[in-house]
């Protein structure tokens, strides 16, 4: 006995070890890792367009659970800093499609609403708002921020203090390690209890699957065996600005069990399991089934060969066995029966330039489309640079091709996996974890087309079926066959933003994307929406008030030419040439005309303008001419240097203007004590001349600071053209009397002749 009560101690330590390990194995269950990522802050604008708006990306890593964004928005203090609420888009795969100024997009453009948050900036100098995302779809998650709708006011750079609005994104994921992974046509034994309620798995959906189904069977709570699983059952992933997460509640049907049609191809699934009630420990079997449709065809390697050297000269194969087992012929059946399987066509991808990319159906143009199958296109924007784009997509319809009048060509463009089995009746189209797009064609619409800007980074697949009314998969058709021409691009903008717009490309840490900026009150996100268009009349009625009424500089030339001021009606020879042709140059529609490069003719007119007020003032102080001329020339170099460095600066204006003023003001005192009276000496000068043309000069400054907007630009500019010119008239002095050029000289009889001293202002015979 004495030997046997220490063996019967150890027995018991070793079972109490066993336990204790076994306890805290399953205490320890999944491992999750935590990542924060944050982006620079950056200064909001108002909002006019796409581009004023500022884009931040994400990437959100595999296996991630939990994703929270945490939005810390900020502004400067200062009475010109007024409460203002700051808009946020999110969405998933793309830059959000967002439309604050409520425009009308174009025919055929479809474009989901973003998901927004409006964040108040109030009282408080800074705001934080968080917004929690469970189970989110993995890759490149976009957010764009803005402030309201632009006023439309035209601020002079540094004239008014502005207030700063700072916005900054941070993201913070909680991702799982060691994922178990759902095997098909095998059933796993997992578990959710009070210290553990989610139970995560995954599943890979191989190409060409047309069906998966997910059960949960053997149900145990605490121990008991129950019909009715207790658990709520999640499928797929969630999404902005639409989730397609399919969610089972297992509690309210004895069979627990999901069927997807068409989910998502060469991707994982993600499947969540939780418990409804945290007090019970529950025990299932979880299986999953999937059902693959290989395709019936897919093409002749000579005639896919022939086709492939039509589009590049230089392309050579050099393993036609290799090529040859990629294109094989392949005949295999579904694995279930009762579904159709699909032909596809291999599709060339030909990159052109930054999110623009060009799809060729190879054999074609023309793609032969059935009613017993349907025909796949694989159009891979896969790459993460694509979905800064539009899709544009053009089917044009063979009539003689089309017997049955009846008959409807069916095409469903859509993302992540094709849409095999369509509806005659249905309006609309889309596989089990996201939406597609619908067209059709018949005989008497022979040609559609379709826009999808910022398309998610995905593999797109276009599927065509001829479908006959009140039927599904087209048996009441026959063996019907049209010919469909297929045209697919992706273009930066569409069709270049039109007339009355501009496809710019931007850029953010690195992302690259286009949007149109329009021009001539045409609005919209392809510049196609004319509610408040300007008329042709009304364009051409802007360039010709702010073309001619540069004109009103002739008067200055003649007066300062009659007062033999001639460099100084150089100057402003120089500014009305530029200015007009300027701003025939700068009008947002039609009536344009430029005769240079923009730039060069904006860089004149800014130089011109100051130099006319710079040599103005100059003159207004009578120096002597060898000081004046070297003030010309060396305030012209130092004008033109600080133009070239920022032209619409506030102080290359104000500098020239107000050193001017100095030195006029310092040579009328000058003038004064010399004189020992008030200079200008006479009342009529002040009274007719200078204060005339000081008060065009300031009410000119207040048009030009105030009062320009842009819809009000046309006339308030031309406006400052007359004021700023007819000020000149007024304020250039009067010219030096029995002046004369050196080429009149005034010979007399006697043979002498009347010699100027212009540096002494006398007149001597010589």
Not at 414 to 419: D, F, L, M, Q
Not at 509 to 528: D, F, N, R
Not at 675 to 694: A, D, E, S
Request: glycine share 6%; net charge positive; charged share 15%.
């Amino acid at each position: 006995m004495a030997l046997h009560r220490p063996l019967c101690r150890f027995l018991a330590l070793l079972v109490l070890a066993l336990q204790l390990l076994g306890g805290s194995a399953r205490l320890a269950g999944p491992t999750y890792v935590s990542e924060y990522y944050s982006q620079a802050p950056q200064k909001l604008s108002l909002y006019h367009w796409y581009g004023s708006a500022r884009l931040f990306v994400f990437r959100v890593p595999e296996n991630t659970v939990v994703m929270r964004m945490i939005l810390q928005t900020s502004k400067g203090k200062g009475a010109q800093c007024q409460n203002i609420n700051i808009t946020a888009h999110f969405r998933a795969g793309a830059p959000p499609v967002i439309n604050p100024l409520h425009t009308k997009f174009g025919t055929n453009t479809v474009a989901l609403p973003s998901f927004n948050i409006t964040i108040p900036l109030l009282t408080r100098d800074h705001t934080n708002v968080f917004l929690n995302i469970s189970n989110p779809v993995q890759g490149d998650w976009f957010v764009a921020a803005h402030l309201p709708e632009d006023d439309g006011k035209i601020e002079l750079k540094g004239f008014s203090a502005k207030c700063s609005y700072i916005f900054q994104p941070q993201m913070f994921v909680q991702r799982l390690l060691n994922v178990p992974v759902l095997q098909p046509n095998t059933s796993r034994r997992m578990s959710v209890s009070l210290i553990h309620p989610v139970t995560h798995m995954r599943i890979f959906i191989p190409e060409n699957t047309v069906q998966l189904a997910i059960q949960i069977t053997n149900c145990v709570v605490n121990n008991q065996v129950v019909e009715a699983c207790p658990v709520t059952l999640l499928i797929g992933s969630n999404s902005l600005p639409n989730s397609y997460l399919k969610v089972v509640h297992c509690s309210e049907s004895v069979n627990c069990k999901k069927t997807l049609a068409s989910p998502p191809w060469m991707k994982w699934l993600p499947v969540t399991v939780e418990n409804s009630n945290a007090d019970w420990s529950v025990f299932f079997n979880i299986a999953a089934q999937l059902a693959v449709c290989t395709p019936t065809e897919s093409g002749y390697l000579p005639i896919l060969f022939k086709n492939l050297t039509m589009f590049s000269k230089d392309v050579t194969m050099n393993n036609e066995e290799m090529f040859a087992a990629s294109m094989r012929t392949n005949t295999t059946e579904a694995t279930n029966v009762q579904r159709s399987c699909f032909r596809t066509r291999p599709v060339l991808r030909e990159a052109l330039d930054i999110a623009s990319v060009r799809f060729y159906v190879l054999n074609g143009p023309e793609v032969a489309v059935t009613s017993d199958y349907p025909i796949i296109l694989l159009l891979n924007l896969n790459t993460g640079r694509d979905s800064g784009g539009t899709i544009i997509l053009n089917l044009q319809l063979n009539k003689t091709s089309l017997l049955t009048e009846n008959a409807t060509v069916f095409a469903c463009l859509s993302a992540g996996s094709p849409v095999i089995a369509m509806d005659a009746n249905s309006v609309n189209c889309g596989e089990a974890l996201s939406l597609g797009y619908l067209l059709k064609m018949n005989t008497s619409l022979l040609s559609t087309y379709l826009h999808v800007p910022y398309p998610e980074t995905s593999r797109w697949y276009l599927s065509l079926q001829i479908l006959c009314p009140n039927d599904k998969g087209g048996d009441d058709c026959g063996n019907e066959t049209a010919r469909v021409g297929v045209s697919t691009v992706l273009s930066p903008c569409i069709g270049d933003c039109g007339v009355y717009g501009e496809c710019r490309l931007l850029r953010a840490h690195g992302y690259l994307y286009a949007a149109c900026v329009c021009k001539a009150g045409w609005s919209g996100w392809s510049c196609t929406d004319d509610t408040h268009a300007q008329s042709y009349q009304k364009q051409l009625l802007a360039t010709m008030l702010l073309t001619l009424s540069n004109l009103v500089f002739i008067p200055a030339i003649v007066v300062a030419v009659h007062r033999y001021y001639f460099v100084e009606a150089a100057v402003y020879l120089f500014t009305m040439v530029f200015s007009t042709f300027y701003h025939a140059c700068d009008q947002p529609g039609i009536a344009v005309m430029c005769i240079m490069e923009y730039d060069t003719l904006q860089y004149c007119d800014f130089l011109g303008s100051v130099l006319s007020v710079w040599v103005t003032v100059l003159c207004m102080a009578r120096l002597k001419s060898q000081l004046k001329y070297v003030l010309f020339i060396l305030g012209s170099l130092l004008i033109a240097m600080s133009m070239q460095l920022d032209r619409r600066g506030l102080w290359n204006l104000l500098g020239p203007c107000l050193f001017a003023i100095l030195v006029m003001l310092a040579a009328w005192v000058s003038q004064c004590v010399r004189r020992r009276h008030c200079y200008p000496p006479t009342w009529k000068r002040w009274v007719f001349f200078l204060l005339p043309g000081i008060g065009s000069a300031v009410i000119a400054i207040a048009v030009y600071g105030f009062l320009e907007t842009k819809e009000n630009y046309y006339y308030t500019h031309s406006i400052w053209h007359i004021l700023v010119a007819g000020s000149v008239v007024f304020l250039l002095p009067p010219g030096k009397k029995h002046l004369r050029l050196w080429f009149w000289p005034r010979k007399f009889t006697c043979g002498y002749q009347i010699c100027s001293n212009i540096k002494e202002d006398l007149y001597v015979v010589c």
